[in-house]
């Protein structure tokens, strides 16, 4: 049977709220400067002086077993070391981060921010960040189907969303600024089949569907979750629009991951547009539409695609790049194309800018990409943009460094923004 309307769960926002209640939202009015932040710059860092700085870091903050990333946290673990110092040096206002395992108590956060982010790390200052959301994922829910069908049920490949255990790479947004829970949105629920023109797989071998209607029942759209996180920035409101989708790989020639991929980025094009073109869009409490007409956001993640290399399904990412509702900082480092050159293989062959890369991917394939992005409304003045990837003989280098990496393949992304 076809659902048009969510199941309503308390689990959503269970333990999402980390640091003070939220405030109702604010009356239009300019984005102020940021707090104040007198620490010396480095030239990796570039800590903003005043505007708001915005960041999105895949720091692979994921164990293999569930309850294992507050056990590595309750101590002194090295890469949570080192990716706390990353974010230190960077000293975004608001950051989310992907790829941290989600854990209903939300203790992983406490013990990030307590443990790490509120101790100096390395040669950078302490960090504090009041407030933060987190709820639950898709990743390695069950789904009771063999969504890969390859015979069996059961395991990774068959959750809601691929994972080992329910909450691995999940997501966290942290925040100086007040968040403003009440009217936070999460998307967990949403299923694929409710997008107009979803773009389902089918059996290359048989041209019928990939899913059963059974199936397509409770599949969602988002591999983890989409969620609308209002933040409060002096008089004006914010919104952070967070998601990971679904990588556009690990699959066969269906491409069931490609075109998730594709309609999870999608999401946030409709959602952006409003209107119509949002009218078919419920939340997990059972709002429907997307975001007001002239609302301040900034698109927050690692969206798995690449505007000119890789295999993502067709346009991917260019439904956010090209939007006229979206700008595009296209922020840039000196160590992605420094990596890119020294590397070589797969990036050699590749057309797209290697200063734009966010991700030091396998050199035989698919080389280094861009796919984390920091996007933020065209009603936002871009400042400046970064890519945390210190080339080799910048000190800094030793926090991203080679493969195996000290904190993660991907990079951390910054976009500096005031209002017009």
Do not use: C
């Not at 059961?154 to 009440?182: C, K, N």
């Not at 998730?260 to 059972?286: K, L, P, Q």
């Amino acid at each position: 049977m076809r659902r048009t309307a969510p199941r309503t769960t308390s689990l959503v926002l269970a333990a999402a709220l980390l640091g003070s209640g939220g405030a109702a939202v604010a009356t239009p009015g300019p984005v102020p400067d940021g707090p104040a932040d007198t620490r010396a710059d480095h030239p990796a860092s570039s800590a903003p002086r005043n505007g708001l700085r915005v960041a999105t870091y895949n720091l692979s903050l994921n164990r293999a077993a569930q309850g294992q990333l507050v056990t590595d946290l309750s101590g002194g673990d090295e890469q949570a070391r080192t990716v706390a110092e990353v974010i230190q040096h960077a000293r975004p206002d608001i950051v989310l981060l992907n790829e941290f395992d989600h854990d209903d108590a939300g203790e992983a956060v406490r013990l990030f921010r307590e443990n790490y982010l509120e101790t100096p790390q390395g040669d950078a200052d302490a960090i504090t960040y009041p407030y933060a959301f987190t709820a639950p994922v898709n990743t390695g829910v069950p789904s009771g189907f063999d969504l890969n069908n390859d015979g069996t049920v059961g395991g990774g490949d068959d959750a809601l969303g691929f994972g080992l255990f329910p909450g691995q790479y999940g997501m966290v947004v942290l925040s100086r600024y007040p968040i403003d829970t009440r009217n936070v949105r999460t998307f967990q629920h949403f299923l694929w089949r409710d997008m107009p023109g979803a773009a389902l797989p089918t059996d290359p071998s048989t041209g019928e569907p990939w899913y059963t209607n059974e199936e397509l029942d409770v599949l969602p759209l988002s591999s983890k979750s989409h969620w609308d996180v209002p933040v409060q920035v002096g008089h004006r409101t914010v919104h952070v629009l967070a998601a990971h989708p679904t990588p556009p790989s690990f699959d066969g020639a269906e491409d069931r991951n490609g075109r998730r991929n594709h309609d999870e980025i999608r999401f946030w094009a409709d959602y952006v547009a409003g209107g119509r073109t949002a009218s078919y869009i419920y939340d997990d409490d059972g709002g429907r539409g997307g975001l007001r007409r002239g609302a301040p956001f900034v698109i927050l993640g690692d969206y798995n695609a690449d505007p000119a290399d890789g295999d993502s399904y067709d346009g991917a990412i260019h439904q956010l790049l090209d939007s006229r509702r979206i700008q595009d900082p296209r922020a840039t480092s000196d160590g992605a194309a420094e990596a890119a050159a020294l590397q070589g293989g797969a990036n050699l062959t590749q057309t797209g800018d290697p200063a734009l890369d966010t991700a030091d991917f396998a050199d035989t394939a698919p080389g280094n990409l861009r796919v984390d992005y920091t996007l933020p409304s065209r009603n936002l003045r871009i400042r400046d943009a970064g890519v945390f990837w210190p080339a080799a003989d910048d000190p800094l280098s030793r926090l991203t460094g080679e493969y195996p990496f000290p904190s993660s393949d991907h990079r951390l992304v910054w976009v500096d923004i005031r209002a017009r």
